[in-house]
C-alpha cells in the first residue's frame, strides 16, 4: 500500500505541475520506443524486489534530426510497482546535448503491463544548449515484463538561463528520489562481526555511463554497477554497489543498493543513500546511510541499518574503497 501511494502521489504531482512557457524557450516533444542493450539491465530480483540500475537508449528523429537518447535509472520496484530516479540524455550529432534528471514511478496493472509517469529537469548541456534550465514530463508503457522494450512520450520545455528569473527553475545537486532526506551522519551500534573494512570495488567500464556537462564541466552524472569481495561472518562474499549519482561543483549525492551475496546462495540487499564530493584531481568521496529492505536464504526476514563510506583515487579505473558497517536485527 506504501508503494501505491507513493505513485499516486507522484502522478498527481505531474498533473497538478504545468511548466511555464517562454518567449525565448523551445519545446520538444517525441515519442520513442527504449530497449536495452545486453548487460545494461544490471537489477535484481530478490524476493518480490527488482531493484538496481539500467541502461536503456533509442534513436529518434526531433524536428527532422537524428538523436539518441539515453535513460540511465536507479530502482526500486516492488511486484513491478514502485519509483525510480536517474537521467535522461539527448544527443545531436552536430554536438548539442541536453541532460536532464529524471524523478518518476512505474505501476504494474493486472494485465502484466506496466505505466510510467515521470518528470524532467533539464540540469544543463553543451553546445547550443550550454546553460539551458526547463522541465519536462515523461509518460512510458510497456506490454510486457521489466527490461523489455518501453515506450516513452516525452515534452520538453527549454530555456535560456539568462532569460530566467525563476530561482525554482536552477536545478539542485540532490537527486535523492528514493529518499527526500540524505543523513549526513549516520549512527548505529554496530556489532565487530558486522563490518566489512575496505572493501574494493571494481566497474567495468561497459557498465559505467557518466556525463559531464557545461563549459567547466560543473555537472556531472551517471550511474552503473562496481563489484568486490570480501569476508563477513568468516565466509567469503560478494558486494555489489549499484545506483545513480549527481555532482554539482563537486558536491553531489549518490542514490543506490548495496548487494551482499553469499556462498550458500542467501542474498541481503541494502538501500544506499549518500553524500558525495569530489576533490580536483578526480578523487571522489562517499558517506551515507543503508537500510536493510530484503534478504533471502538465511539472510530471509534480516532488517536493519549501517554506514557506507568509500573513497576513489583521482585515477582512471582506480577502485572505489568502501567500508560497510552493517547491524541486523
Not at 78 to 106: K, N, Q
Not at 153 to 160: G, T
Request: charged letters at 20%; hydrophobic letters at 40%.
Amino acid at each position: 500500500m506504501k508503494i501505491k501511494a507513493l505513485i499516486v502521489l507522484i502522478v498527481t504531482h505531474l498533473t497538478l505541475w504545468a511548466g511555464p512557457k517562454s518567449k525565448e524557450g523551445q519545446h520538444l516533444a517525441f515519442t520513442t520506443i527504449l530497449s536495452a542493450a545486453p548487460g545494461e539491465l544490471l537489477f535484481r530480483s530478490v524476493d518480490g524486489i527488482q531493484a538496481g540500475f539500467a541502461r536503456l537508449t533509442s534513436e529518434v528523429a526531433i524536428a527532422g534530426e537524428p538523436v539518441h537518447m539515453e535513460l540511465l535509472a536507479s530502482l526500486e520496484y516492488h511486484d513491478g510497482t514502485g519509483p525510480f530516479t536517474g537521467y535522461i540524455t539527448l544527443s545531436w550529432l552536430d554536438g548539442r546535448l541536453l541532460g536532464m534528471r529524471y524523478l518518476g514511478g512505474a505501476v504494474r496493472h493486472a494485465d502484466g503491463s506496466t505505466s510510467v509517469e515521470g518528470t524532467l529537469t533539464i540540469l544543463g548541456g553543451d553546445g547550443a544548449y550550454t546553460g539551458a534550465i526547463g522541465r519536462g514530463g515523461v509518460h512510458g508503457f510497456r506490454s510486457g515484463v521489466l527490461g523489455d522494450p518501453v515506450r516513452y512520450s516525452v515534452d520538453i520545455d527549454i530555456r535560456s538561463n539568462r532569460h530566467s528569473n525563476a530561482a525554482d527553475e536552477l536545478p539542485s545537486s540532490n537527486n535523492a528520489a528514493l529518499s527526500p532526506e540524505i543523513p549526513s551522519a549516520v549512527r548505529v551500534n554496530h556489532r565487530p562481526a558486522d563490518q566489512l573494512l575496505d572493501v574494493p570495488l571494481l566497474g567495468s567500464t561497459s557498465q559505467q555511463f557518466f556525463r559531464d556537462l557545461g563549459l567547466d564541466h560543473e555537472v556531472r552524472y551517471g550511474g552503473g554497477r562496481r563489484l568486490g569481495a570480501s569476508h563477513w561472518r568468516g565466509q567469503s562474499i560478494v558486494v555489489e554497489l549499484q545506483g545513480v549519482e549527481e555532482y554539482r561543483d563537486a558536491i553531489g549525492s549518490f542514490t543506490g543498493f548495496v548487494i551482499l551475496d553469499l556462498p550458500d546462495g542467501s542474498v541481503l540487499l541494502c538501500r544506499c543513500w549518500a553524500r558525495s564530493s569530489r576533490d580536483a584531481n578526480g578523487g571522489s568521496q562517499l558517506w551515507g546511510r543503508l537500510d536493510v529492505i530484503q534478504g533471502t536464504g538465511a539472510m530471509a526476514g534480516a532488517r536493519g541499518q549501517g554506514s557506507f563510506d568509500a573513497s576513489q583515487m583521482g585515477v582512471a579505473g582506480a577502485p572505489l574503497l568502501a567500508n560497510v558497517t552493517l547491524a541486523l536485527k
